[in-house]
């Protein structure tokens, strides 16, 4: 190699010059496979991460942009369900439904006898039916049995049967069913 330095260029010295550039390009290879390789792994990773991550802030952004929209429905369904368990309550509420049924029959001045019938439940409710019978004229038992359609709970007329006039008066006999909301022992607790 001294050789070299003094300007001339022995197969040694390409011997040399060879191994060195041997030894750098193993380096290079053993730093590719050693260090870029696994560094790839890890940059596969964290791209696949950050694909996971944008895809969540997207979902996000969604849902929030249409939070406003959902908090509003939210508020119509509890208005519509606090409706619902108005008209169909789950505690029973017999005595004050009987109550204002005769206040109803009073407003109207008509003679009411109410008689309890069998009840029947299922999975979700129970059906409270009476059998009615009413007196008066025509258009008193007629508006009795308007208000009781309208009638703030949910009750349901059948077998409705209005007898002829009789001296003016008229007697009408149905069915009236009310309802009561049954709850599991799950839906109590929570």
């Known amino acids: 190699m001294i050789d070299f330095l003094k300007g001339t260029v022995t197969p040694r010295d390409w011997a040399a010059v060879a191994g060195i550039l041997g030894a750098t390009a193993a380096m290079i290879i053993a730093f590719y496979i050693l260090m870029h ?7 596969v990773q964290v791209q696949t991460d950050d694909k996971q991550v944008y895809g969540d802030l997207l979902q996000a952004r969604r849902i929030n942009s249409g939070i406003d929209a959902l ?16 008209r169909l309550p789950s505690r ?30 299922d999975t979700r409710k129970e059906t409270i039916p009476y059998s009615i019978v009413a007196r008066g004229t025509y258009h008193q038992v007629a508006s009795f049995i308007n208000r009781l359609e309208r009638f703030k ?13 009789v001296q003016g008066v008229t007697t009408a006999r149905f069915t009236l069913n009310t309802y ?8 109590e607790v929570s």
């Open 92 to 121: 029973r509420e017999i005595p004050t439904l009987l109550k204002e049924f005769e206040a109803m029959a009073a407003q109207e001045d008509i003679d009411v006898e109410l008689s309890p019938l069998s009840r029947s439940k």
């Open 153 to 165: 709970r949910y009750l349901k007329i059948s077998d409705l049967n209005i007898g002829r006039s």
């Open 37 to 43: 390789l696994s560094q790839k792994s890890e940059l």
């Open 180 to 187: 009561r909301f049954l709850q599991t022992a799950t839906e």
């Open 71 to 86: 908090r509003e429905e939210t508020k119509r369904t509890e208005k519509l369900v606090s409706e619902f368990e108005e």
